[in-house]
């Protein structure tokens, strides 16, 4: 194996709080291992554009607690073609690059997979995503942050839901994942959550808030992942609509906001911990993984291993939070 003197990082796809300090940790890492290290400006776009920026340990000063990424996200359709990802390889040869770390979720792995194989390059990846979907580790970076984000949000439309008697619908990110919904659902003791892995039969919700209501429950949160089978907040709040037009129904989508903001302490010592430790893996020889924590220990999951599966989400959580709701 070619000896690794220069490493490059770069983040790609969705931004997640916490990422910029998995880039400070990889930096200040690579540098006291006696490694020069390079930042890869707007992900595999600026690595195919050799939009290369030298970092030094004062490069990511005062960086740790801010959120999104300082070195740029992009999403590159020119790198999923051989001649988008030749162009990339060229800009490493050109840059003397010996190894890539890079921070995203399961596109950033798609590529940094193909790429790894098409060119036998030295390539570590750390979980970047508020989604919490990836296999191979128990929490992605940016998840916690984004459930507190969306714990503070629903506790503030709590009181107004409270002093108006109203049912609010919220709607929460998770395409294909129910993972922020149910925690923050759990956390702010939401009426009733509907996710993506569950089936939602809307008779049954709803049931539970005729029943709730039955109980002198005058008001409601139900909080929707956007990827649920019925459909958004507005598809459920029609609905709900129907069965109780004499109550005032409110939708709030969270949207973006979810991925922004300062990274909770959780966040940013799990960053710090994997940048670290991917720098550790690629000088022992490791490649081709995703570094994650499982039962708070490192460990590597290949890049096919960590997009053909996904998290699975704990069912018994569902049925606490439907009993902690009653």
């Known amino acids: 194996m070619k000896e690794i003197n220069k490493i490059g990082v770069l983040t790609s796809g969705g931004d997640s709080p916490g990422m910029n300090a998995a880039i400070r940790a990889v930096v200040r890492t690579g540098i006291y291992e006696g ?19 030298l970092m030094h340990s004062r490069s990511v000063s005062n960086i740790i607690q801010r959120g999104g990424t300082i070195l740029k996200s992009a999403r590159s359709d020119e790198f999923y073609s051989e001649e988008g990802r030749k162009k990339a390889y060229d800009t490493l040869v050109k840059n003397n690059i010996d190894a890539l770390i890079v921070i995203g979720g399961d596109g950033t792995f798609t590529g ?14 750390l ?6 979907d990836l296999f191979g580790t128990d929490f992605t970076i940016g998840f916690d942050t984004a459930v507190n984000t969306v714990v503070e949000a629903v506790d503030k439309l709590r009181d107004t839901a409270d002093s108006h008697d109203r049912i609010f619908i919220i709607e929460v990110m998770g395409r294909d994942a129910g993972f922020i919904a149910l925690r923050s659902g759990i956390a702010t003791g939401a009426e009733q959550i509907l996710i993506p892995e569950s089936i939602t039969y809307i008779n049954e919700l709803i049931t539970k808030l005729q029943t709730d209501y039955a109980h002198n429950k005058t008001s409601g949160i139900i909080i929707v992942a956007e990827g649920d089978d019925f459909g958004g907040a507005f598809d459920v709040a029609e609905e709900v609509n129907k069965f109780f037009p004499d109550f005032e129904t409110r939708v709030s989508i969270l ?28 000088l022992k020889g490791v490649r081709g993984v995703m570094v994650g924590s499982i039962n ?27 009993v902690l709701s009653t």
């Open 35 to 53: 490694l020069e290290v390079v930042g890869i400006i707007k992900g595999y776009q600026g690595l195919i554009d050799n939009e290369i920026t």
């Open 112 to 125: 940094a997979c193909i790429f790894e194989k098409e060119y036998d390059f030295p390539i570590v990846g």
């Open 255 to 282: 949207g973006h906001i979810q991925r922004g903001g300062s990274p909770s302490s959780f966040d940013r010592v799990l960053a710090s911990t994997l940048g670290y430790e991917a720098v550790k893996a690629l």
């Open 296 to 322: 708070r220990k490192v460990a590597y999951t290949p890049f096919e291993k960590s997009i053909k599966h996904h998290q699975e989400i704990n069912m018994e959580f569902l049925k606490m939070a439907a």
């Open 127 to 132: 979980p970047g995503t508020i989604d919490n």
